[in-house]
């Protein structure tokens, strides 16, 4: 497949993160993540892609709004409603 203009940037591979939907219960802000039920330990926000109810968060180092990681932790500002679909990845290499 041809491109115009510069080809792509090579923005490396995302993993498909375990689903922590099945935790949402309305009150938790915080959730483990793993993938293939290894820990994971992203770097920074900006490292993941976050759906709840197919709506896209946004990473937040501040706390306030969206989200952020802490550890192999995901904390969200505000607690996911239960029965909230999610969706999230990871990107392996930075």
Known sequence: MSYIGNSPANIGNYQIVDDISSTFNGVLTSFALTAATQTINPAKSGQLLVSINGVLQ?????????????????????????GSPSGVYSKDRM
């Open 58 to 82: 946004e990473p937040d180092d501040t706390g306030t709004e969206g989200f952020l990681v802490s550890g192999s932790n995901i904390v969200f500002s505000s607690a996911p409603a239960t």
